[in-house]
């Protein structure tokens, strides 16, 4: 599966086109967000997302799940969204 | 659709339990949050309620959306979050 990390600086109109184009190739997008900030914008980009492919009968779907990351030897627990198109 | 409000001081425990709970009487919850804070904790929620539903075959499924509110005649723009079990 496709894998795109979204941080507090990301642009929730950017991604939201890059992952229209992703879900539209590959059915389905993880994306990796650590932190509230990171989280926020990458569910903004995922509601803007869905007014890309609504209008052809389509909706974009998010499961989250909890995975734990090692940076700089810490436990950092990241959220993981699988984002799928149906 | 049942709504609940899911805030900052919101604890992804409780809330899951009750999502849970009104996930399989009405198969659909709407979670309204404001800020990036609320929103993470009611991911969370989302994230622990799939570890009580996954076991039986099911899973669960969020559809973000933005909508406005008016409080004290500011307008805010909060995240609604459609949440299904199937």
Do not use: H, W
């Amino acid at each position: 599966m496709e894998m795109i990390r979204v941080s507090s600086k990301s642009k929730p109109n950017a991604v939201a086109g890059a992952l229209t184009s992703l879900l539209r190739e590959y059915q389905s997008v993880q994306i990796q967000v650590i932190g509230a900030a990171a989280l926020n914008q990458a569910m903004k980009a995922i509601a803007i997302a869905r007014g890309y492919v609504v209008p052809s009968g389509q909706d974009i779907y998010c499961i989250p799940s909890f995975y734990d990351l090692e940076i700089e030897n810490q436990v950092v627990t990241s959220l993981r969204l699988n984002v799928e198109i149906k």
